[in-house]
């Protein structure tokens, strides 16, 4: 099965510029989404402190609830739609900035405070996670390292199965991918947490495939045609591997839209994340990292002259 017949001679090269200011512009955006609002969405699993997912058989105003919750002194409480459900229902992501020595009483005053606001059958507490400050930070930090090892990892692998040029554009790119997807996360305000992690390092492991076809292809070629310009074999390249790039990419985002709008709001975020990602996935692998492998080829031409 092929969408895209075998003979497109679609001249990636030239566009290669556009599609580079296009992504340093994305990047910026992200990272202005990060500052203005203050760094990244941190979950309870970064953060630390409880959360509470709340079922009211009747949706409240959300400040009802934030009147209910502010005289317990937690703190700055933040109170989350989480979508509504059937017969009026509507769910609730309540979050406290706690200290571990306040954890073990919270959750039963903050019941309490509901049920006498409420009435004691008006709600539904479905899940309690609770993280330590410390263990947060800790996570947090490993979660970071863990993105950036797999990414250092992932072009060091290419760089050693095919050539050093290779191997910076393939960490460009998945350095890349991992940016523009965290900043559309932040653009749309989805929380950082363990799962939001998993999908990043998906993305680098999906990513790279990409990009090993085409490097593949394109070691090939420039045995077949050594006195083809690079330009001209990288082209032909992306070409080739063009149908099966799209029909993998394909399916994997059928299935990934099928988790957003079926999976409930819980794995939204993980969804959302992988969706940017293995879009901007094949975009990279096409319009990042084998252009990079072209300049760096002419960056050493003009060198050795």
């Given at each position: 099965?092929e ?8 001249d ?9 200011g ?10 202005m989404s990060?500052?203005l ?6 979950g ?24 209910v919750?502010?005289p ?5 409480v933040?109170?989350q739609?989480f ?14 900035p706690?200290?571990e ?6 959750n ?7 049920q ?19 263990v ?13 090892f ?8 290419i760089?050693?199965?095919?050539d050093?040029?290779f191997g910076?554009?393939?960490?460009v ?15 749309v305000?989805?929380?950082f ?13 999906f ?13 090939e ?7 083809d ?12 591997t063009?149908?099966r790039?799209v029909?993998t990419?394909?399916?994997a985002?059928?299935v ?9 709001n819980?794995?939204h ?12 996935g ?6 990042v990292?084998?252009p990079?492998v ?12």
């Open positions: 099965m969408l895209i017949k075998p003979g497109t001679k679609i990636f090269i030239r566009l290669a510029p556009w599609a580079i296009l992504s340093w512009t994305l990047i910026l955006i992200g990272l990060f500052v609002r203050g760094g990244p969405n941190y309870i699993d970064f953060a630390g402190g409880t959360m509470m997912h709340v079922r009211f058989a009747q949706k409240p105003p959300i400040g009802d609830i934030r009147h919750l502010e317990l002194g937690f703190g700055d933040t109170i739609d979508g509504s459900g059937t017969a009026g229902s509507a769910e609730f992501l309540i979050r406290l706690l200290k020595a306040q954890m073990e009483t919270a039963k005053q903050v019941i309490s405070a509901l006498q606001k409420f009435g004691e059958n008006s709600f539904e507490m479905l899940r309690i996670e609770m993280v330590g400050p410390r947060g930070a800790e996570l947090r930090t490993r979660a970071i390292l863990a993105v950036l797999s990414t250092v990892m992932m072009g060091a692998y760089w050693f199965r095919f050093v040029r910076i554009g393939a960490a790119a998945l350095l890349h991918d991992v940016l523009i997807t965290a900043g559309a996360l932040s653009i305000n989805y929380e947490d363990l799962t939001v992690v998993a999908a990043l390092l998906t993305i680098v492991g990513s790279v495939n990409d990009t090993v076809i085409i490097s593949d292809r394109i070691r070629n420039m045995r077949k045609r050594p006195r310009a690079l330009a001209a074999i990288i082209n032909s390249s992306i070409n080739e063009l149908s790039t029909l990419t394909g399916t985002i059928l990934i839209l099928s988790l957003f709008f079926l999976g409930g819980v794995i975020g993980f969804a959302f994340a992988l969706l940017v990602g293995f879009s901007v094949t975009y990279s692998s096409i319009y990292s084998s990079i072209l300049y760096l080829q002419r960056g050493t031409a003009r060198r050795q002259r």
